[in-house]
């Protein structure tokens, strides 16, 4: 039974596309994120929701938006794709940002 | 503040001999570490995790050093098996900030 679970796995879009990433977690955690992972494996924190409200905001551009309809779900829309947009993308969870943190399988996005 | 890999480091251990991964945190006011392992195509495993009020940690081949004098992280995997090659990631925490920070990573290659 997977506990954070993010789809697509992989996608492959043009430029200039929109395009979205979701995520689920069944561990009944308050706290998801984004994180984005380059082709240096340096992982990156992008946004951390908390109980739906939006608690980190890294210096993102605002073609990113997160969404978060309940505490189980975080979402990331990306508008107007660029080439610098493709890596890993991976979805997490933890209780009240303490403990451990809790990785989905992550969603490849190449941007060609 | 966050690290910037130019690069990602390599160690490369005979299978059967210890390992010893370093990582160097950037937050005095780091609190809870944590020790991740990343197989290729996956998200990040949890491994082991230690408080700040801790100096060091066992778990099952794994052992976690900490040195918050000098800011330092290590871990040891005992007799390192072909299965325990992945990239290792320390991460950093300050309960109730939500943020977690991650190093660099490191690659582990175990020879047969």
């Known amino acids: 039974d997977t506990a954070v679970s993010q789809t697509p796995k992989y996608l492959v879009t043009q430029m200039g596309n929109d395009k979205s990433i979701k995520c689920e977690q069944n561990?009944?955690?308050?706290?998801m994120y984004w994180y984005k992972q380059d082709s240096k494996k340096f992982l990156k924190i992008m946004f951390s929701?908390?109980?739906?409200?939006?608690?980190i905001n890294e210096t993102v551009p605002n073609r990113f938006s997160p969404k978060s309809p309940d505490k189980a779900h975080l979402n990331l829309h990306i508008n107007s794709l660029e080439l610098g947009d493709s890596a890993v993308y991976f979805c997490?969870?933890?209780?009240?940002?303490?403990?451990?943190?809790?990785f989905g399988e992550g969603s490849r996005l190449t941007v060609l | 503040g966050e690290s910037v890999g130019l690069h990602l480091p390599t160690l490369s251990v005979q299978e059967g001999d210890n390992s010893i991964i370093n990582c160097a945190y950037s937050?005095?006011?780091?609190?809870?570490f944590i020790w991740y392992k990343q197989e290729s195509g996956k998200g990040p495993q949890f491994i082991i995790d230690i408080r700040s009020n801790m100096d060091k940690r066992q778990g099952q081949r794994v052992t976690v050093l900490l040195n918050k004098t000098v800011k330092h992280l290590s871990l040891q995997i005992a007799a390192t098996q072909p299965g325990d090659s992945a990239v290792y990631f320390c991460a950093e925490n300050i309960q109730g900030t939500y943020k977690y920070i991650f190093g660099t990573g490191t690659r582990l290659k175990v020879l047969a």
């Open positions: 561990l009944g955690h308050d706290t």
């Open positions: 929701y908390n109980n739906k409200e939006l608690i």
């Open positions: 997490a969870s933890s209780q009240s940002g303490t403990g451990e943190l809790f």
């Open positions: 937050n005095s006011a780091s609190d809870y």
